[in-house]
């Protein structure tokens, strides 16, 4: 797989000295790992059928159905017309099951139905983006959050329900036993506002390898 071209939020560097002077253990994550770049594959609909797409199997049968599913479609880039012109049964051929295919239907009748269109989210708040795109079928709240982070780079999102990020909490602050509510709330609120930071950073605990969506 070719990773995708990542950027730098504008506020990573501030975000990194902020968070390098009130957690030590982030502090030597940041200083031990080189400046590091978010970065997401195709626009806000692909970026969202993707995380559809790739529900309950593993990345590489995820890239897999993709990779047909755009050969399939044989348009410039899936576009959510492009996506309820196409013949369900074709698409199945792709490798999806057909709840698959109602969401990804779901999903492209929101992005067309949306009055605001994409540029929209810009003047909207994390939990107001969270609570939009949760009503779409096959979104949950961690692809909101996945969504946050890697496609429109929002500064303040803590995804607690990613597996990774526990883990990394848990190892990095309570010696690998499950990290108390309250230790997490306060590490949530020493992280504010740039907990999308040091997630990121903790995620990097875990593996060095670039994380990108």
Do not use: N
């Given at each position: 797989?070719?990773a995708p071209?990542?950027?730098?939020?504008?506020?990573?560097r501030?975000?990194?000295?902020?968070l390098?002077e009130?957690?030590?253990?982030l502090?030597?994550?940041i200083?031990?790992?080189?400046?590091?770049?978010?970065?997401s594959?195709?626009d806000?609909?692909q970026?969202l059928?993707?995380?559809?797409?790739g529900?309950?199997i593993?990345v590489?049968?995820?890239?897999?159905?993709?990779?047909r599913?755009?050969a399939?479609?044989?348009?410039?880039?899936?576009?959510?017309?492009?996506?309820l012109?196409?013949?369900?049964?074709?698409l199945r051929?792709?490798?999806?099951?057909?709840?698959?295919?109602e969401?990804?239907?779901?999903l492209?009748?929101?992005?067309?139905?949306?009055?605001?269109?994409?540029?929209?989210w810009t003047?909207?708040?994390?939990?107001?983006?969270?609570?939009e795109?949760?009503a779409v079928?096959?979104i949950?709240?961690?692809?909101v959050?996945?969504?946050l982070?890697f496609?429109?780079?929002r500064?303040?999102?803590?995804p607690?329900?990613?597996?990774?990020?526990?883990?990394?909490?848990?190892?990095?602050?309570?010696k690998?036993r499950?990290?108390?509510?309250?230790?997490?709330?306060?590490l949530?609120g020493l992280?504010?506002?740039?907990?999308?930071?040091?997630t990121?950073?903790l995620?990097?605990s875990?593996?060095?390898?670039?994380?990108?969506?």
């Open positions: 797989m070719t071209t990542g950027r730098r939020p504008r506020w990573w501030t975000a990194c000295a902020e390098s009130r957690d030590p253990l502090a030597t994550l200083d031990r790992h080189p400046p590091m770049l978010i970065g594959r195709g806000a609909f970026t059928a993707r995380s559809i797409v529900q309950q593993s590489k049968a995820a890239q897999s159905v993709w990779a599913f755009e399939t479609l044989a348009c410039a880039e899936v576009a959510p017309a492009v996506v012109a196409a013949d369900p049964s074709v051929d792709c490798g999806l099951s057909g709840r698959k295919i969401y990804l239907r779901d492209a009748s929101h992005f067309i139905a949306r009055p605001a269109g994409v540029d929209g003047g909207m708040a994390d939990a107001e983006i969270i609570e795109l949760t079928r096959g949950g709240v961690w692809t959050q996945m969504f982070i496609h429109l780079a500064p303040d999102v803590l607690l329900a990613d597996l990774g990020l526990r883990r990394a909490i848990e190892r990095g602050y309570s690998g499950p990290t108390a509510p309250r230790q997490v709330d306060r949530s992280w504010h506002p740039w907990r999308t930071a040091a990121w950073y995620w990097r875990l593996d060095p390898g670039p994380v990108l969506h």
